[in-house]
Structures are given as structure tokens and as C-alpha cells.
């Protein structure tokens, strides 16, 4: 038997974005799959939208929720608790599939993985300023072994979301955390030379808040309790700090320069769809 697959979009007053994913996931050619859209209360017309989709979605599984909650990875929590598929996908508001047939080709992949398998992801067409480059796993590894992917571009098993929830003491990696935690239980993660998603990078929270992320990350490394905490602080802020002030005060032309030349290891959709064809290897 194919496997569910359950797509997650939360969002809060984001109605404009929203659309724009309802639309490509409501798009998809495949079948049997559902649906799930968690809204945080939003009062800018969402609730009308959803109750408008609720309507025209007879033929496919869908549900939503418009209630208060505390942030984007609670959001995303309860998303898993009303999903019933065996694998899940978030794509939040702004985010897109990269084509129709995605969810079908993902169905046929998921169906012959080992039942041990915890995590499949694929690769991401990024959206930057300076262009469009595929972030993939094989550039990607030495870079970010623990998350060479983006959450919009992996399904993750159902019951390993239940069991393991997204910690909301993290603001903005959670899921970094999730798949940390993941790799630690050696739980097998499986990469497929396939795009799954297109992702507009200047509208996410970690371009917005690099400090924010690397104090995150010092606390799962458990940096806040070595005694060098404090020069290790101290660092982070200079750092990361002048990464976001420089960002705001440089023209651009400069950021977009520095930027593109950080992400050599990106890839041109010419030349990914032009490499090696060797797909599925096992992390």
C-alpha cells in the first residue's frame, strides 16, 4: 500500500502568502493525500479563505484550524496531532512545491524505502536576490551535516513528529533541533536527488535573525553552560551582529555580491539537472 502524505501550512495574518501555497499544493496531480492548514487566529480575511477552500475541496482530503497559539512551531505541533498520514510536509505561507507531480513522485519514492527510514528529503530551488541556485545535499553536506536541507523540502515520519515534538524554547530552528535530536538516535535519513520545493530566501526568519539563530544553537550545544560562555557570547554578537547591520547598511549590489560568492557551492538549475544521476544514497 502507498504511503499518506500529509501537508502542513501553518500561518497568522499572512493571507496574500497563503494563497499563494494553498494554491500550489491544492495543484498537486496525485491522490490520496491530505491537506492540513493551522492558522493562529489571523483577522485579515484567512478564516473567510479557508472556509472558502473547505468548500471547493471535496474531492481531497483537507482540514483547517483558526485558533490563538504560541508561535510557528506550536502551530506546527498541532498540525501533526490532526494529520493522519504516515509521512508529513510542512509548507508554510510563501512556500511552494516546485511542480504539480511532486507529491506523486514522492509517494513512489516513500513506498520502496526501508521501514527504519525516519526522514526523506530532497533538494531546493533557492530565491535569492541574485538569482536562483539548487541547495543540495551533495555540495551541501560538509557545510551542514545535520540539516543539509530545509524543512519545506523533507517528509518526515508522522510518528517521530508525535514522539518528538518541535521544542517551542526554540523560536526560529526548532526543526534544526528536531533533526539534530533525529541524527542523534541514528534514526536513517535518505536523500533523493529530486527538487522539491522553491523557497524565496529573504522572506524567512533566518535571514531576518541571525543572532537569534546562533544564541539558539549555542544553547542545543550547550554552549550557555561551558565557562567560556561568556567570550563565547560575546563572539556570537560580534559576529553574527555585524552579519545583520551590514546586510541593512552595505548597498545591495555589495550583499548580493558577498553572498553569492559564499554560495559557490549552490548549484544553477542548469547545472544540477545536468550532474551526476546517482540518487538515493543513505546518510
Not at 493571507?15 to 489571523?42: C, F, M, N, P, R
Not at 525516519?118 to 551535516?145: A, I, K, R, S
Request: hydrophobic share 40%; glycine share 6%.
Amino acid at each position: 500500500m502507498r504511503p499518506i502524505i500529509s501537508v502542513i501550512t501553518v500561518c497568522y495574518n499572512a493571507l496574500t502568502k497563503l494563497k499563494i501555497t494553498a494554491e500550489s499544493v491544492l495543484a498537486q496531480d496525485a491522490s490520496d493525500w491530505e491537506y492540513i492548514i493551522v492558522d493562529g487566529g489571523s483577522t485579515d480575511g484567512t478564516v473567510g479563505f479557508l472556509q472558502n477552500v473547505a468548500q471547493k475541496s471535496i474531492s481531497r482530503a483537507f482540514c483547517w484550524r483558526s485558533q490563538r497559539d504560541r508561535g510557528i512551531y506550536d502551530a506546527m505541533n498541532e498540525g501533526v496531532k490532526l494529520a493522519s498520514g504516515d509521512w508529513i510536509i510542512f509548507m508554510n505561507a510563501g512556500d511552494v512545491f516546485f511542480s504539480p507531480d511532486i507529491i506523486s513522485r514522492a509517494k513512489d519514492l516513500l513506498h520502496n524505502l526501508p521501514d527504519d527510514v525516519g526522514v526523506f528529503y530532497g533538494d531546493t530551488l533557492m530565491h535569492y536576490q541574485w538569482g536562483d541556485v539548487v541547495q543540495c545535499d551533495d555540495e551541501l553536506n560538509n557545510h551542514n551535516p545535520v540539516m543539509p536541507f530545509i524543512h519545506q523540502s523533507a517528509f518526515t515520519k508522522r510518528i517521530l513528529l508525535l514522539k518528538y515534538p518541535f521544542d517551542l524554547s526554540y523560536r526560529i530552528i526548532a526543526d534544526f533541533y528536531l533533526y539534530y535530536t533525529l541524527r542523534n538516535l541514528h534514526i536513517p535519513f535518505v536523500h533523493h536527488k529530486l527538487i522539491i520545493s522553491k523557497y524565496d530566501v529573504s522572506e524567512g526568519l533566518s535571514a531576518t535573525s541571525p543572532l537569534q539563530i546562533a544564541l539558539e544553537r549555542a544553547k542545543f550545544l550547550s554552549w550557555d553552560k561551558s565557562h567560556f560562555w561568556l567570550f563565547r557570547k560575546m563572539y556570537i554578537f560580534v559576529r553574527a551582529g555585524s552579519v545583520f547591520y551590514l546586510k541593512i547598511l552595505l548597498p545591495a549590489c555589495i550583499v548580493n555580491f558577498i553572498m553569492k560568492a559564499r554560495r559557490r557551492y549552490m548549484k544553477k538549475i542548469e547545472t544540477y539537472n545536468r550532474g551526476d544521476t546517482q540518487q538515493g544514497d543513505q546518510q
